[in-house]
């Protein structure tokens, strides 16, 4: 393996030294008793005095201040579980009454405060831009932590990327490639739909306060390999024309936007709704301008979304037949991957109730609005933040867990589900 010139990122050698002691379990997922996520938990604490939550000199008039923003709003007891709790068959949770039960782990994470102002940015001059997910250094030496990463083990696992990437074609690390100003949707999650939709578009808020501000346009980067279903989000919003690839290696940003606060997300298991409100209210507006493949009253008013496309990663509803023949109304079984993204916002829009397991199609959620939501478990209760979004806009959230087998998925209690859906 032939190595140039090393990149100075923060803690190179030492995260180096850990992924060369490990290299199959670094490169190879399916490695036999190996947990990689347990590696990066080893690797954290070599970051850690690298770190920087939050950075740069910002304009007081365009920020609000982290600390008022964790006391305003952050749940005081918001420890992590560190498993499975409970679940109240049959007893939904109303978030606009607080009737019912859930599980702590989604009650803590309920309250959406939707008078938080609008976080817009900080500014960061002459950041570096490293590797195939972008991570971001200060001229001091501390790592960015971008929302997507909000821990620091799935920053290890960003830098890790950038340190094998290296590994594997030095060259590009040799040259620095400069940038004048630019807004980076490059990172952690960002062909992934839960993740782009939640982490990285609200990041465009910034790009419109920074060219209000200042009458600059930024460039925003996005990978070289965007899929076709985020590049069709930019399009539909308007900001595909400023759009360039990154090019990987290193990039120096003259003047780096970074949004204060985690753009949507307060930490890891918390938005910010005045984010999620901004999307809805821009992604809305683009598709009703659209137009429609369909009337606003051919769209199903009840949808079942279908995790069929994933039975390989579980949570799919195994007696879905079953549930469906004992639903009220007429449901439309929905796999929302098999849509473009303004047909997967119409069919959100026009929906009054929807039932689904747990998974990354339920951001569709944050479309519609006073909907009836009820999100299904199996054996893991997952530290939902769909709960959140159904509160942003309005809508009444429930969940119910069942047992679940990794070879058949999930099995529900049609009866239950039918009971919830009659409150």
Not at 12 to 21: H, L, P, Q
Not at 94 to 123: C, E, M, Q, W, Y
Not at 208 to 213: A, G, I, N, S, V
């Amino acid at each position: 393996m032939t190595v140039g010139e090393r990149p100075d990122m923060p803690a190179f050698d030492v995260v180096e030294g850990i992924i060369e002691s490990h290299p199959k379990e670094f490169l190879n997922r399916d490695v036999d008793g190996f947990d990689r996520r347990e590696l990066k938990v080893e690797l954290a604490p070599t970051i850690e005095d690298t770190v920087l939550l939050q950075s740069g000199d910002p304009d007081p008039e365009m920020v609000v201040s982290s600390s008022d923003l964790m006391e305003s709003w952050i749940p005081k007891h918001s420890t992590r579980l560190s498993g499975p709790q409970p679940v109240a068959h049959a007893t939904p949770f109303n978030l606009a009454g607080g009737v019912g039960s859930v599980p702590d782990v989604i009650a803590r994470r309920a309250k959406v405060d939707k008078s938080l102002p609008g976080v817009p940015f900080h500014t960061i001059p002459r950041a570096r831009l490293y590797g195939p997910n972008a991570v971001a250094v200060t001229p001091d030496g501390k790592y960015l932590l971008p929302a997507a990463a909000s821990d620091r083990v799935n920053l290890c696992e960003m830098i890790s990327k950038a340190v094998i990437d290296y590994h594997s074609d030095p060259e590009p690390y040799h040259e620095v490639s400069e940038v004048e100003t630019a807004l980076s949707l490059t990172g952690y999650g960002d062909d992934q739909y839960f993740h782009w939709v939640v982490d990285h578009l609200p990041k465009l808020r910034a790009f419109d306060l920074y060219r209000e501000k200042t009458g600059e346009t930024p460039v925003i980067l996005v990978s070289e390999n965007i899929p076709a279903w985020a590049q069709s989000t930019l399009e539909l919003l308007g900001y595909w024309e400023y759009c360039e690839s990154f090019p990987g290696g290193v990039v120096e940003v003259e003047t780096l936007l970074v949004p204060h606060g985690g753009h949507a997300r307060v930490t890891r298991r918390y938005l910010q709704p005045a984010s999620l409100q901004w999307l809805h209210d821009q992604v809305s507006d683009a598709v009703d301008l659209m137009g429609g493949e369909r009337s606003s009253e051919e769209y199903p008013s009840a949808l079942f979304v279908s995790r069929e496309g994933f039975v390989d990663r579980g949570r799919y509803v195994a007696n879905r037949c079953e549930l469906m023949d004992a639903l009220p109304g007429d449901f439309e079984v929905v796999r929302p991957e098999l849509y473009s993204v303004p047909e997967q916002v119409r069919l959100f829009a026009n929906a009054d109730v929807v039932v689904g397991a747990h998974g990354a199609a339920l951001t569709n959620l944050l479309w519609g609005s006073g909907q009836t939501v009820v999100e299904l478990f199996g054996d893991r209760v997952r530290p939902t933040v769909y709960c959140q979004v159904a509160a942003v806009v309005g809508s009444r959230y429930a969940c119910l867990q069942y047992p679940e087998d990794d070879s058949s998925g999930i099995h529900v209690d049609p009866g239950e589900v039918v009971a919830v859906l009659s409150l």
